[in-house]
């Protein structure tokens, strides 16, 4: 079945630095990624929304500065949290939609990012 | 705007005995409902989702969910829960209108005693 890949599975970083989340589609052409935000035992809010070679759309009240986004081929797409601080601390998932769609969306297995 | 509910935060069973979780939707048009599971630290698996077709669906793991258009519900259930189906259990519908977004319920959580 589809696979997406998701690395780091956790990452510590200080204050002030950038932390750069990779999501891949092993085995089928991700169109269309989606990301996530976790905070413990809540549900998952959508941040952004991007398609391969163009430009993500952010959800209200998301910085677009901060949480860039891009999705630069069909099977790799990638979150950078910039200037991180603390309340930045959270699961972070992907999620990815295929070519066909077929109402299938296959999620990576999460960053856990600490801010220190 | 499309939108999912699951009243219950968490919900309590013994080994063996059915377990339901709610759900209810808001949709306009036809819905695409999901059910997806998610264990500690790990992203969601899919267990299964109701397009179009027989109300009764049937996913993985044992589960099943049952699609009721009057009343609005996509309960998940299984006839006799396991030990190992503890976990947060999130409904979600698509959103048909904004890029084909998954719209989630707050999940709940399903604690399944011996």
């Known amino acids: 079945g589809a696979v997406v890949s998701q690395h780091p599975s956790w990452v510590i970083c200080k204050s002030g630095t950038s932390v750069k989340i990779e999501c891949r589609s092993l085995d089928f052409q991700a169109t269309t990624m989606f990301w996530y935000r976790q905070f413990p035992k809540q549900s998952l809010m959508l941040m952004a929304t991007?398609?391969?070679?163009?430009?993500?759309?952010?959800e209200q009240g998301v910085e677009k500065d901060k949480f860039l986004i891009n999705h630069a081929s069909l099977t790799l797409s990638t979150l950078t949290v910039t200037s991180a601080h603390p309340e930045d601390s959270s699961f972070y998932i992907c999620s990815a939609r295929s070519l066909t769609g077929a109402d299938g969306y296959t999620f990576g297995s999460g960053t856990r990012l600490t801010v220190v | 705007a499309q939108s999912v509910a699951q009243p219950e935060d968490q919900v309590n069973v013994a080994e063996g005995n059915p377990l339901t979780v709610k759900c209810t939707y808001s949709v306009s048009g036809n819905p695409y409902l999901f059910w997806y599971v998610q264990y500690p630290n790990r992203g969601l698996q899919f267990l299964l989702k109701y397009i179009t077709g027989d109300n009764l669906v049937k996913g993985s793991y044992g589960f099943e969910a049952e699609f009721n258009k009057s009343q609005t519900s996509f309960h998940l259930k299984k006839p006799s829960a396991l030990v190992s189906d503890s976990a947060l259990y999130f409904c979600a519908v698509r959103d048909g209108n904004q890029g084909g977004k998954l719209i989630f319920g707050q999940g709940t959580e399903l604690s399944v005693k011996p």
């Open positions: 991007s398609n391969e070679g163009s430009k993500a759309t952010y």
